[in-house]
T-cell receptor, first 111, second 112 residues
């Protein structure tokens, strides 16, 4: 079993729909990261959170430490949101934040 | 502002040839540096990380090595490439402490 599991693996939705991507982890962490990988391969860090909820524009990330679960939500989805969304966790090694990654969720938004 | 440069963007190499991928960071000092690989259809895997000049930690046994000759320069190398070294290689940096990582644009390596 992978230390970081994401669901669904693939998601196709119509423009405007509310999107939820889930991430569960089985190890102790210091933070959870949500990353976005564009078709060309470049990766952008969307959120880093260790508790509660963060919002940036139409994107919302939540984490429940007790349940070891995080969700990434996209409101009013748009075709430009089409990308692979990757959940990653950083361990508690002081001074070095190695990331362990989920396998990603491929999101396709249809106009 | 900080920027990260990674090159080349694409590379096609024959089996058995050497490899050198370079990554440089601007606008920050003493960053943590990372090399990741993403094999086709698979998730990202940490290959090496460095917390300072000359300090390299390897995460998985492999055919590759890394070096950090300068504070903001990270190099991924191989003496003899294998077919299994094909993939998408990403360099990243972060500041000390639990901070977001910032990724380069990646190098797509194909071994023939």
């Amino acid at each position: 079993k992978n230390e970081v599991e994401q669901s669904p693996q693939n998601l196709t939705a119509q423009e405007g729909e509310f999107i939820t991507i889930n991430c569960s982890y089985s190890v102790g962490i210091s933070a959870l990261h949500w990353l976005q990988q564009h078709p060309g391969g470049g990766i952008v860090s969307l959120f880093m959170l260790s508790s509660g909820k963060k919002k940036h524009g139409r994107l919302i990330a939540t984490i429940n430490i007790q349940e070891k679960h995080s969700s990434l939500h996209i409101t009013a989805s748009h075709p430009r949101d089409s990308a692979v969304y990757i959940c990653a966790v950083s361990g508690s090694n002081f001074g070095n934040e190695k990331l362990t990654f989920g396998t990603g969720t491929r999101l396709t938004i249809i106009p | 502002s900080q920027t990260i440069h990674q090159w080349p963007a694409t590379l096609v190499q024959p089996v058995g040839s050497p490899l050198s991928l370079e990554c440089t960071v601007e606008g920050t000092s003493n960053p943590n540096l990372y090399w990741y690989r993403q094999a086709a259809g698979r998730g990202l895997q940490l290959l090496f990380y460095s917390v300072g000049i000359g300090q390299i930690s390897s995460e998985v046994p492999q055919n590759l090595s890394a070096s950090r000759p300068q504070d903001r320069q990270f190099i991924l190398s191989s003496k003899k490439l294998l077919l299994s070294d094909s993939g998408f290689y990403l360099c990243a940096w972060s500041t000390y402490g639990n901070q977001p990582q910032h990724f380069g644009d990646g190098t797509r390596l194909s071994i023939l």
